[in-house]
């Protein structure tokens, strides 16, 4: 197997293709990692949540990655990470077009809000709807890149 670094613009490439990853955050030491459906446009991760563990460590540390991977035939893989910073989109004059700019790219894809919007069944459910969108602007970018080489 070869190991290679990917370029900055396969890296873009990537993230512009995939739109499920895992996203980690962090809170007084200790990391949290959860599944996530997201979009990505022009340096931003786009995605759609329910309040919760993520939502309330990443507005107390803002500092997030996103891993998004991709295995093919025979043993090959990419690999992307995102570092990047969180940044809620409240429903606001502040936010308000970047959020609807959010929700009209993930609306592309079906199913993007319902994983999302659930919440084990011991959660009652709540009559007001507290969903939320959130971006992760990217700081820097790296991926790996491995083949399977026949011998
Ligand atoms: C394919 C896929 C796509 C998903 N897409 C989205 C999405 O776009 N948006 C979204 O908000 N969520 C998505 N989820 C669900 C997501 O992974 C979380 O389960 C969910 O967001 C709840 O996270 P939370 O931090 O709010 O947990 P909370 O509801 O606050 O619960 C916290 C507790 O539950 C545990 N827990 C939470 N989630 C998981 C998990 N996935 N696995 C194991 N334990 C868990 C934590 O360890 C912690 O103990 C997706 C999951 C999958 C599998």
Redesign the pocket.
């Known amino acids: 197997m070869a190991i290679r670094t990917m370029t900055h613009h396969e890296c873009v490439e990537m993230l512009n293709a995939g739109h499920?990853g895992h996203l980690a955050c962090c809170n007084e030491g200790q990391p949290?990692i959860?599944?996530?459906?997201?979009v990505f446009d022009a340096r931003v991760a786009y995605?759609?949540?329910?309040?919760?563990?993520?939502?309330e460590w990443m507005r107390e540390n803002p500092r997030v990655c996103l891993q998004v991977e991709e295995r093919q035939l025979k043993g090959s893989w990419r690999s992307v990470i995102l570092d990047g910073k969180f940044q809620e989109l409240p429903d606001n004059d502040t936010w308000h077009e970047e959020r609807l700019h959010a929700w009209s790219l993930l609306q592309k894809h079906r199913d993007?809000w319902e994983?999302?919007s659930l919440?084990p069944d011991a959660v009652p459910p709540s009559h007001a709807s507290p969903h939320l969108f959130y971006a992760i602007y990217m700081n820097d970018v790296t991926g790996r890149a491995a083949t399977q080489i026949d011998l």
Do not use: A, L, Q
């Open positions: 499920y949290y959860v599944p996530v459906y997201f995605s759609f949540s329910m309040p919760g563990r993520k939502v993007w994983i999302g919440k």
